[in-house]
């Protein structure tokens, strides 16, 4: 099954049980109030004739040139949260939905992280910082000169690890 998104709405962060196997049902059904201000720069959209969608996202610690990204998902589950959130996943849903969101409030508090770029798997450049402005031209540069590119964007304590792929930049 697969769902069209287009919302400017918020994953609530009062933890309640989920009792369905479709974690991607749960979550769109989540998306649908105001959104707080660590989740003001996230739009999900899905892929046009994909079970696949990506987010529109302002990450604080990259600039506007990495600002769109596709984040891949499995049949149609939303996994733009963590890695191992897919399809085939059935385990104590209330403890996934709270690793969503500390997830989400991770990437967007500006704690320590690592970024690496790479191209066909060859790692071209590696940074830990805790705002990693001064790297993002080299990145650039990276990611508009070669093709297969890919950012990879980790926490100091591995709390999150996601392969990112830019997909065109903002002016």
């Known amino acids: 099954m697969s769902f069209f998104l287009c919302i400017t709405g918020i994953i609530i962060m009062n933890i309640?049980?989920?009792k369905s196997d479709n974690l991607s049902k749960y979550l769109i059904g989540k998306l649908s109030e105001e959104k707080p201000d660590w989740l003001s720069e996230i739009n999900f959209k899905k892929n046009e004739g994909e079970d696949s969608y990506f987010i529109d996202i302002d990450l604080k610690f990259l600039s506007k040139g990495f600002q769109t990204f596709l984040?891949?998902?499995?049949r149609d589950e939303l996994s733009v949260f963590m890695d191992f959130f897919h399809t085939h996943f059935y385990g104590?849903?209330?403890e996934m939905y709270q690793e969503a969101i500390r997830f989400i409030q991770d990437i967007t508090e500006e704690k320590l992280i690592t970024v690496s770029a790479s191209v066909n798997d060859e790692k071209w450049f590696y940074s830990t910082c805790i705002k990693p402005i001064e790297i993002e031209k080299e990145?650039?540069?990276?990611?508009?000169?070669?093709?297969h590119s890919k950012i990879i964007i980790q926490s100091c304590l591995n709390t999150f690890n996601r392969t990112i792929h830019e997909i065109s930049e903002k002016s």
């Open 92 to 94: 104590d849903y209330d």
């Open 16 to 18: 309640e049980k989920f």
């Open 71 to 74: 984040l891949t998902t499995e």
């Open 139 to 147: 990145i650039n540069d990276i990611l508009l000169k070669k093709s």
